[in-house]
């Protein structure tokens, strides 16, 4: 099983942008996904689930109406697109494998850093 994250970087508050895992070794099409993140100095954080069958969507309340998680199965891929980011978004951001609406998970990638600053 392999997870691995792209599309990280410095933004400008206000900005966006959209996060890739790419995955392998495993089923995808029918497997739950996750986002969550680690800010400096706190807890890891859930942030956004993915349900492969049937598709279902759910987020944190922080983000929700600003971030977009989306899959391409063709691709084995998880996208999630932010918007509107804010200092608090600051993060790495973890791609990972598992069902539940929390920040336990089977598998994760390795991050990729999101950093919003002006």
């Known amino acids: 099983v392999q997870l691995v994250e792209s599309g990280g970087g410095l933004v400008q508050p206000g900005g966006s942008l959209r996060l890739s895992c790419a995955v392998s070794?495993?089923?995808?099409?029918?497997?739950?996904m996750k986002w969550v993140r680690q800010a400096p100095g706190k807890e890891l954080e859930w942030v956004s689930s993915n349900y492969g069958l049937p598709c279902r969507t759910y987020y944190t309340d922080s983000v929700r109406g600003r971030f977009i998680i989306s899959r391409d199965n063709f691709k084995n891929t998880l996208q999630l697109q932010m918007s509107s980011l804010t200092t608090e978004d600051t993060a790495v951001y973890y791609c990972?494998?598992?069902?539940?609406?929390?920040?336990?998970?089977?598998?994760r990638g390795q991050g990729t850093q999101v950093t919003v600053s002006s």
């Open positions: 990972a494998t598992g069902s539940g609406l929390d920040t336990t998970y089977d598998k």
């Open positions: 070794g495993f089923t995808f099409s029918n497997s739950n």
